[in-house]
């Protein structure tokens, strides 16, 4: 299963709910970047690009569980930066965890010895590796040599422990399909069980570099690409329907508020990608943001956004009757 039974019916639970209260828009993940301090330089990374004495900045333990409970959202990832620089990091895991909340942990695998012995395997918890692409690939995009021999031998590591494995593949400009399909292929077979796949999203801040992103259309052709070589065995994390706009057959509008932004200068608005405004209070993002005017169409920002933080919860609204099969055959697939 891409899931806990118990999890996906927990998660289905909140939808519903939402619905039926008729809210239009609420969170799915939250975000929460307990730092935005990275050991890594990464080509295509905004956020390491920051003033440094944003980078600097942490939130504590207490501040992390207040913003799960603040937004309520049954689902958190903790990204960054790279959370494992957090010294309170453990800590962090095991209160969400306790909240019976499905964490994911975003790791470039570096300092994966500092915490692995410190976890405990759990069926809502997820270890997510960044891994781009082949050794070659992986390594020039985030600057440094010997990462990816690292990422692997971390995931092979987590899974004799126990731990259940995503990975996190960002596409680039001049990325080979036939070489990140046989990796998405190599990674099934090491047992990892599930893969994130998504288009980089466009910077302002990378600046010079901005030749290495996609536009939308290049985009759409470089996945179904990668699709084909990956072939039908692959197990995505991403939903179904979020796979059919990544391959262009059907049109989904962003919605960020699905996944909002904690960072350690306050909630992040418009979304995860973009940085107007910090709020103080999560109702005030929700609430204060206008967000009619973001989305592909609307800013020109979002012009070649096809990232799963916008769109994945689009997903989820735009499900229809006929992909609830589709949808139940996605979520209990081996």
Known sequence: MRQPLGLT???TRYVIAQRLRGRRRYPL???LEPTELCN??????????QD????????????CLAAVDECGAPAVSIAGGEPLTHPDIVAIVEGILARRKLTLLCTNGILLGRVLPKLKPHPRFSLVFHLDGPREHHDRMVERRGVYDLVIKGIAEAKKRGFRVTTNTTLYKGADPKAVGQLLRELNAMGVDNC???PAFTYEEVGMRSDIFLRRKEAIALFRAVAEAAGPGVRYYNTPVYLDFLMG????????????TRDPLG????????TDRHYQRFDELMTETRWEEFGYGENPRCAS???HSGYEASAVSAITPRDAWRMVRWLFAS
Do not use: F
């Not at 890594?40 to 690009?49: P, Q, V």
């Not at 440094?52 to 501040?63: C, K, T």
């Open 9 to 11: 019916w927990d998660m």
């Open 29 to 31: 993940v939250l975000m």
């Open 40 to 49: 890594l330089t990464c080509t295509g990374c905004g956020k390491i690009r």
């Open 52 to 63: 440094p004495a944003v980078l600097q900045r942490r939130l504590s333990v207490e501040e």
């Open 196 to 198: 994130i796949v998504s």
């Open 249 to 260: 057959k059907r049109h989904l509008r962003c919605t960020p508020w699905g996944n909002p």
């Open 267 to 274: 909630w992040k608005g418009p979304c995860y990608l973009l």
């Open 305 to 307: 956004c096809m990232m």
